[in-house]
């Protein structure tokens, strides 16, 4: 997995972080942080994808 970051009001993207995804345990947790994420009314306005 790899985490991008828009830069402001341009195009071009920095990568963040990367996480190596190798058993369906670690998967189910990011998959479950990424849900806690995009359900956080505080963050909707950030540019990370």
């Not at 920095?14 to 990424?34: A, Q």
Request: proline residues 2%.
């Amino acid at each position: 997995m790899v985490i991008l970051q828009r830069a402001h009001k341009g195009e071009a993207v920095f990568l963040v972080t990367g996480f190596y995804i190798d058993k369906n345990d670690n998967k189910k947790t990011h998959e479950d942080r990424y849900e806690a994420y995009n359900n956080d009314p505080k963050l909707k306005s950030c540019a990370w994808f």
